[in-house]
């Protein structure tokens, strides 16, 4: 088991990531962050807080995408998790989604889904902790806070001081 | 989960929780934002109906429709069933045709319970009703309806106090809430006149009396039930209105419940026989929040049983 990144490192990526989406978007007015339960969303409270810092506070929701997957049949139910979509809806807004670890892009096939069936924003933007490669989707990010190659028996944790008492990240060797 | 809901019996108080926190998710996301939700498509939901049936079939068909199932409704009138198919030819058919669950209603007791044992199928089976036994999905959708009333019983129905008044005998959805409700951690009073109290209820987890106004001021939840005229051969009371009279929700029993409590009622309801109109349409009264709860909670429980992983059935000749 290695740490790929401490408490520090993911303080400075996602503030990093701050930057960037107040750079890319030419400031926030248009902005909307949607974090994926459920670290994806502890990292878009942490991004919006860094964006109130810099420049002005966003609307941030969450997006369970668990109805969407296109692996339910291969697994058994999984309980949902929050959707709270900001009152200002995504009609014409630039979605920032946020998540923790980037992997076979399906994840994000399904968020972009859900986000279809709400309304149509004007753009639809890919913040992550890691990306670890091994895409089985034409999908890529737009923020990414370290790139980690990994093979693909191994897996990525992501630990959250709120929810698991600590900030880090690790890679754990496969069985 | 277990493959089928046939009865109560089929869920621990965990699973039951974790179908009203599923339909709790559901309301938020599908009352909101979503609509409809890609969750089970390509799956087909069978509404098989042998008995008569407003609420259960339509809430059902659109529980599975909103998750983009595709529904077949069967209903006896209309059907080979008329011409005497039996329930097993009828249900090999709904095989064939590649039916992944079935959502039967049936005038006999026990009739899920054979469909799911069977063999003849290997779609999930859901009782949605089955003679004088149980009608699982109607107490699912009374607890969430009960829970998003009284935020404090979130996790337990811990000192929850809930009254069942009327056709206890014949009533699927008495026998299904008792089940559940005392599995949750509520108290439960039975309140009918002796005759239709039925047999054996001193091994139920309740409490039992005959004088409905003794109990109305100690309760949070009374649910009133429908005096099933139909299935009803001999005489159970003297005549309607001395039923009404005795056991009866009229306007100043209503006035003497505490200023918290509610009043349920599956429906169909008798106006005028176990309830007033005045209180079936008093403030106190939720009976149509049970109906839109209904949706909620069978989808909850169609993403339970179908959302998950394909379980392979067997299925015998």
């Known amino acids: ?175 | 989960m277990n493959k089928h809901l046939l009865s109560i019996n089929d869920l621990s108080a965990e699973e039951a929780f974790e179908i009203l926190n599923t339909a709790s998710e559901l309301a938020k996301i599908s009352d909101g934002p979503m609509k409809k939700l890609p969750t089970l498509r390509g799956r087909t939901v069978v509404n098989l109906f042998f008995e008569d049936s407003t609420r259960t079939r339509i809430s059902f068909e659109s529980a599975a429709k909103r998750l983009s199932a595709d529904v077949i409704n069967f209903s006896a009138k209309g059907s080979s069933v008329s011409k005497g198919e039996s329930l097993k030819d009828t249900a090999q058919t709904l095989q064939a045709m590649g039916a992944d669950a079935v959502v039967i209603r049936h005038g006999a007791s026990g009739a899920a319970q054979r469909l799911a044992d069977s063999g003849w199928i290997s779609a999930s089976v859901i009782n949605a009703g089955d003679g004088t036994h149980e009608h699982p999905t109607q107490a699912l959708l009374d607890a969430y309806t009960i829970r998003s009333k009284f935020p404090q019983f979130n996790q337990s129905f811990d000192g929850l106090r809930v009254a069942i008044v009327g056709d206890i005998l014949h009533s699927r959805v008495a026998r299904s809430n008792v089940l559940l409700l005392t599995k949750l951690g509520a108290s439960v009073t039975l309140v009918a006149p002796p005759t239709l109290i039925p047999v054996g209820v001193a091994d139920w987890k309740v409490k039992v009396s005959y004088d409905l106004d003794s109990v109305l001021k100690e309760v949070d939840v009374l649910m009133m039930l429908r005096v099933q005229s139909e299935r009803m051969a001999n005489s159970f009371f003297p005549s309607e209105r001395e039923y009404s009279r005795g056991y009866g929700l009229d306007i100043t029993r209503l006035n003497s419940l505490s200023k918290n409590a509610i009043v349920m009622h599956p429906g169909p309801m008798n106006r005028g026989l176990e309830i007033s109109a005045e209180s079936a349409d008093s403030h106190k009264s939720v009976v149509l929040d049970q109906v839109s709860n209904g949706v909620l909670v069978r989808m909850a429980v169609l993403y339970q049983l179908l959302g998950g992983a394909t379980l392979t059935g067997e299925v015998s000749a």
Not at chain 1, 12 to 26: G, P, Q, S, T, V
């Open chain 1, 1 to 175: 088991m290695a740490i790929v990144l401490d408490a520090g490192e993911i303080g400075r990526a996602l503030k990093r990531i701050a930057h960037e989406i107040i750079e890319h978007n030419h400031g926030l007015d248009n902005v909307v962050l949607l974090g994926i339960p459920t670290r994806g969303a502890f990292l878009g409270e942490r991004i919006a807080q860094f964006l109130k810092e810099i420049q002005s506070p966003v609307p941030v929701g969450t997006l369970d995408i668990t109805l969407h997957r296109d692996d339910l049949r291969m697994r058994p139910p999984r309980p949902l998790l929050p959707t709270l979509i900001p009152s200002g809806g995504i009609e014409g807004k630039d979605i920032v989604l946020v998540d923790d670890v980037f992997f076979s892009g399906r994840t994000i096939r399904a968020a972009l889904d859900a986000i279809g069936e709400i309304g149509r924003p004007a753009t639809v933007q890919l913040a992550v902790l890691v990306d670890r490669g091994h895409r089985q989707l034409p999908i890529r990010a737009d923020y990414v806070g370290k790139n980690i190659p990994t093979s693909s028996s191994e897996s990525v944790k992501v630990s959250l001081d709120e929810i698991d008492g600590k900030d880090c990240v690790e890679i754990v060797a496969g069985a």
